[in-house]
């Protein structure tokens, strides 16, 4: 491969790598925006949410050129068509950064409700499953991919205990309704975020496996 390809490969790998960054510290902001209680981090979240949208739309505009010039071979074709779903999943996690600053935001101008100790928990998991599907990509490990893509269940299942807590609160009193949604909300976009990171290791699993495994848990 001639030089200006490996660069241009380079370049692709280096935005992907720069959009998981963000995405993870936009997630780190936001679930610090609840548990501190703390408007100036939920508010950073969003004000970085639309570099992440453009890393995305810059991202594509490298895939697109690569495919148009470089006449790639199917492994690269393959590549470049990953690298392009590993960033819309990507960019849909930001997404729940976001939803999850904005209701951060909501929650703090209330009492406090109940110690939200489990939202820390459920995201540093979905944090670690980011890091290690993006070090899968990276150094194209398709077994550390296949080993995170069930570890998805276990925050499902913290979801539920979360939604549980707080709908025996809202059952408890008419005044706990509306930040126990919030912070259901807040659950959920942070089990949503991992779903997508699932997406990811699923992705990178097939790039370098060749097997497509994404409908077989659930058949």
Do not use: C, W
Request: charged share 25%; proline share 3%.
């Amino acid at each position: 491969m001639s030089h200006p390809f490996e660069a241009q490969l380079a370049h692709i790998r280096e935005t992907l790598l720069l959009m998981s960054s963000l995405t993870d510290r936009n997630l780190t902001l936001a679930v610090r925006a609840v548990a501190e209680r703390d408007d100036t981090l939920a508010d950073q979240v969003e004000a970085s949410d639309s570099e992440i949208d453009q890393l995305e739309v810059t991202l594509d505009d490298l895939v697109v050129t690569y495919m148009a010039t470089h006449g790639p071979m199917a492994r690269d074709s393959r590549l470049m068509l990953i690298a392009s779903k590993i960033s819309g999943n990507l960019e849909r996690v930001a997404d729940q950064a976001t939803t999850i600053a904005r209701r951060a935001r909501a929650l703090n101008k209330e009492p406090e409700l109940v110690d939200v100790v489990d939202i820390p928990i459920m995201a540093a998991m979905t944090q670690e499953l980011l890091r290690e599907a993006i070090i899968a990509f990276v150094e194209g490990r398709y077994e550390l991919a296949q080993v995170l893509i069930p570890k998805d269940k276990e925050i499902d299942e913290l979801n539920r205990r979360i939604a549980a807590k707080l709908i025996a609160l809202m059952m408890e009193s008419p005044t706990n309704i509306t930040r126990a949604v919030h912070l259901m909300t807040i659950a959920k976009a942070i089990e949503r975020a991992a779903d997508h990171v699932q997406n990811i290791a699923e992705e990178v699993f097939y790039l370098y496996s060749g097997q497509d495994i994404r409908h077989e848990q659930n058949l």
